[in-house]
């Protein structure tokens, strides 16, 4: 089979992130390199943190995709570049919305700015307060909303 970088890209977005399956790894921006000499496939992924302890996962599924096209793959993870959130396309933005998650109201330099303009996914209501800036994730902060009197997470990415 001859593959180009698109197309792996393509068949790479069957792959969700793990801990949000509304969302591939391409749409988070994880694929940062996709090169292809005759049969072999190499794979950069960035992780959305460095720690996640989902990489292992990650490679492996790579691997499979690849693989099931009869193709030869290498997947590495390039930890000397911080994923941003820039990478992030309107389709990931959007899965996560669908996911139930807040999102930031805009993307700052101050991690802290993020956590006060929090607004409520279910009823789109500011009457919210921080629980916890630390969810079950490193990317995710705790809120309650008062005015629907629901919990919900943030997504907080990295800057």
Known sequence: MVATPEAVREWLR???????????????????????????????????????????????????????????????????QPWKAEYMTKAAWEGLRRAGFALPQKLSEDPWEMLHSARCPRCDSDSVSLLSPFGPT??????????????????????
């Open 14 to 80: 069957s792959v969700p992130d793990p801990e949000i399956p509304f969302v591939s790894i391409v749409d988070m921006g994880m694929i940062q390199g996709v090169e292809i000499t005759g049969s072999q496939v190499k794979v950069t992924i960035v992780p959305t943190f460095a720690g996640c302890p989902a990489i292992r996962l990650l490679q492996e599924q790579i691997r499979q995709v690849i693989e099931e096209k009869g193709l030869t793959a290498t997947v590495e993870v390039d930890y000397a």
């Open 138 to 159: 490193a990317c995710r902060a705790i809120f309650k909303c008062h005015t629907c009197g629901e919990a919900f997470e943030l997504f907080k990415p990295p800057v």
